[in-house]
C-alpha cells in the first residue's frame, strides 16, 4: 500500500538560515500524525511544502504516490482538492460573512451554486457546534475559539482526504483547547481522513494523534506510535515533553 | 571599496526589485486572460475604485480648471492674449491635467486602500487560505482590480475633464469677464477629438499602474502591522512616481510630431 503523504529529504532554507535539513516522514492512509518540536523549528515551513505554498530547495513529496513537490498553478488543482488546512491564526476572509468563509471551497474551488453552497456550510457549522445565526456574522465579531470552529468548519466542508492542522490549540484557554482536540479527533474519524497536525501542545498532540514525531534542528529525530511517546528513550523527546529547561535541547534566543 | 559594494548591493536589488514586478506583472496578465472570470467581485471593485473616488476626482478637478483659467488669463494679458483662456483650459485638462490629477489623487486613494487590505490578507496568512481552497490568488484578487481600474478610470478622467472644464467656466464668467455662451463656443470649437481620447489612454495605463502597485505591495508585505504600513506607503509612492513617468513617455508618443 502507498503512504497517503510522504517526505524525502526535505530541505529548505531561507537566505543563509537552513530551516528544514532532510525531512523524511510517512503517513499512512486513515492515520492521525502530529510533529511536535520548539517554536521555529520549522514546523510550519514544513507543512507548507506539503501544501505547495513553499516549494522546497531539494528533495521529493509525495502525495498518494503522485510526486507533487514541483506541481503549480492548474496543474495541482486536484491535488488541492484533496486537502483541507486550519491555519494557525484561523485566517478566516474578514470580507466576507462566516458561512460564505466556510463554503468558499465549495463556490470557488469547485464551482458549487452559492444557494446549495449555503445549506453545506451551515450543516458543517453545526458539526463543530456553532448555531445557524453565527453564519451571517463577520469573522471580527467571534471569540477566538469561535474563530478556530469556524476554521475548522472550513476546512472539513470540503471533504477532503486529508487535512493539515497547524497548532490547533494555541491562544485558546484549556477548556477550549480540550473542546478543540475533541472536535479535531472526532471530525477526522468521521470524515474518514488522514491528518497532519503540528503542534508544540503536548495535551493537545496526546489527544488527537495515533503517531507522534518530533522535529529538531530542521530533522525529524523521533517517530512513533503515541502509547510510546513516554518510552522513546530519546532524550531530546523526553526534555520537550516534560517541558524541562535543562537537557540536550539549546533554546536559541533569536529566531 | 566598501563605498562601490554598497552600491552594487544597490544595483542589485533595485534589478532584483524590478525583475519580481515583471514576473509579477506577467503572472497577473495571465491570470486576466484565463477562466474562470468573477465577474461578481469585478462589479464590487467597480464600485470601490471608481464610484466612491467620484468626489475627490470632482472636486480637485474642479479647483484645477479654476487656477489654471486665472493662471492663463494673468499670463495671457502680458502678450494682450487674455481671451485664449477656454482654448488653454480645455487644452491643458483633457491632455494632461484631468488624466494626472484624477491619476494621483486615485493613487493615493486605491493604490493605499488596495495595498492594506492585500497585505493584511497576507501577513494573516489569508492569501496561504486561498490556495489551500483551490482558489489562484492572483486570479481571485488582482485580476477583479487590474480589470476594475483600468475599466473606470478613464469614465472618472471624463467626468474630471467635464469639472476641470466647467471650474474655468465659472471663475471666467463670474470674475474674469467672459460671456458663458462665447466661452462655452471657443472650448467646443477647439478641443479635438485627439486632446480627448489621448487622455483617456492616460487614463486606463494610470488605472493599470495604480491597481499593479497596489496589488504587488501587498501581496510582498511581510511582518504584521508595521509590513502592511510599509506596503502601503511604497504602494502610493511608486504608483504616483511611475504615473507622471508614463504620462510624460505618453505625452511624447500620443502627441509626436
Ligand atoms: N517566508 C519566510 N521567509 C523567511 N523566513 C521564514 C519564512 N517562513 C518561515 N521562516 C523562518 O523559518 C523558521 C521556522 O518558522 P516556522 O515554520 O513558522 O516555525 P514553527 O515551528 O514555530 O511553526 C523561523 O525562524 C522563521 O523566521
Ligand atoms: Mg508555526
Redesign the pocket.
Known amino acids: 500500500m502507498t503512504a497517503k503523504i510522504q517526505l524525502i529529504g526535505v530541505k529548505k532554507s ?1 537566505g543563509s ?1 537552513q ?1 528544514l535539513n532532510g525531512i523524511d516522514l510517512t503517513i499512512e492512509k486513515g492515520s492521525s500524525l502530529v510533529v511536535i ?1 520548539g ?7 514544513m507543512i507548507k511544502c506539503v501544501l505547495g505554498i513553499i516549494t522546497p530547495d531539494e528533495g521529493t513529496i509525495l502525495v498518494d504516490g503522485q510526486d507533487v513537490t514541483h506541481l503549480r498553478g492548474s496543474a495541482r488543482e486536484p491535488v488541492m482538492k484533496k486537502f483541507g488546512m486550519l491555519f494557525q491564526g484561523g485566517a478566516l476572509f474578514d470580507s466576507l460573512p462566516v458561512w460564505e468563509n466556510v463554503a468558499f471551497g465549495l463556490i470557488q474551488g469547485r464551482g458549487m451554486k452559492r444557494s446549495i453552497a449555503r445549506d453545506v456550510a451551515i450543516r458543517s457549522l453545526a458539526k463543530v457546534g456553532l448555531p445557524e445565526d453565527v453564519a451571517f456574522l463577520s469573522p471580527a465579531e467571534l471569540s477566538g475559539g469561535m474563530q478556530k470552529r469556524v476554521g475548522l468548519a472550513r476546512a472539513i466542508a470540503v471533504d477532503p482526504e486529508i487535512i493539515f492542522f497547524d497548532e490547533p490549540t494555541t491562544g485558546l484557554d484549556p477548556i477550549m483547547a480540550d473542546i478543540i482536540n475533541s472536535l479535531i479527533a472526532s471530525t477526522v474519524k468521521d470524515v474518514g481522513a488522514t491528518a497532519l497536525s ?1 503542534t508544540h501542545d503536548m495535551a493537545s498532540a496526546r489527544k488527537i494523534s495515533d503517531h507522534i514525531a518530533m522535529l529538531y534542528a530542521g530533522k525529524i529525530i523521533w517517530t512513533g506510535p503515541t502509547s510510546q511517546i513516554d518510552n522513546s528513550g530519546n532524550p531530546y523527546v523526553d526534555q520537550f515533553i516534560h517541558g524541562r529547561a535543562e537537557g540536550p535541547i539549546k533554546m536559541a534566543v533569536k ?1 | 571599496m566598501n563605498f562601490l559594494a554598497g552600491i552594487g548591493r544597490a544595483v542589485l536589488s533595485l534589478l532584483a526589485e524590478i525583475g519580481r514586478l515583471a514576473s509579477f506583472t506577467a503572472r497577473s496578465i495571465a491570470a486576466l486572460v484565463s477562466p474562470p472570470i468573477y465577474s461578481r467581485l469585478i462589479g464590487q471593485q467597480i464600485m470601490r475604485i471608481g464610484y466612491f473616488s467620484l468626489p475627490v476626482v470632482g472636486l480637485t478637478a474642479f479647483f484645477t480648471g479654476g487656477a489654471l483659467a486665472l493662471q492663463i488669463y494673468l499670463g495671457g494679458n502680458r502678450y494682450g492674449a487674455e481671451a485664449i483662456v477656454p482654448q488653454i483650459v480645455v487644452l491643458g485638462i483633457t491632455r494632461e491635467l484631468g488624466p494626472v490629477i484624477a491619476g494621483l489623487m486615485v493613487a493615493g486613494r486605491v493604490a493605499a486602500a488596495i495595498a492594506a487590505e492585500i497585505g493584511t490578507m497576507k501577513v494573516t496568512e489569508q492569501i496561504d487560505a486561498l490556495t489551500t481552497l483551490a482558489t489562484n490568488p492572483i486570479k481571485y484578487l488582482v485580476v477583479p482590480r487590474l480589470v476594475a481600474a483600468v475599466v473606470t478610470m478613464p469614465i472618472l478622467v471624463a467626468i474630471a475633464d467635464s469639472i476641470g472644464v466647467f471650474g474655468g467656466y465659472v471663475v471666467a464668467t463670474q470674475s474674469l469677464g467672459f460671456t458663458g455662451s462665447i466661452y462655452l463656443k471657443n472650448t467646443m470649437d477647439f478641443a479635438t477629438r485627439q486632446d480627448i481620447t489621448s487622455g483617456l489612454i492616460k487614463a486606463a495605463v494610470f488605472g493599470f499602474v495604480i491597481a499593479l502597485m497596489g496589488c504587488y505591495n501587498g501581496f510582498n508585505s511581510k511582518g504584521g502591522a508595521q509590513g502592511v504600513g510599509r506596503a502601503t506607503t511604497s504602494a502610493v509612492v511608486s504608483a504616483s512616481i511611475l504615473i507622471l513617468a508614463a504620462n510624460y513617455i505618453l505625452t511624447s508618443v500620443l502627441f509626436n510630431k
Open positions: 531561507f538560515k530551516v518540536g517554536s521555529g523549528t520549522g514546523k510550519s515551513v503540528i529566531a
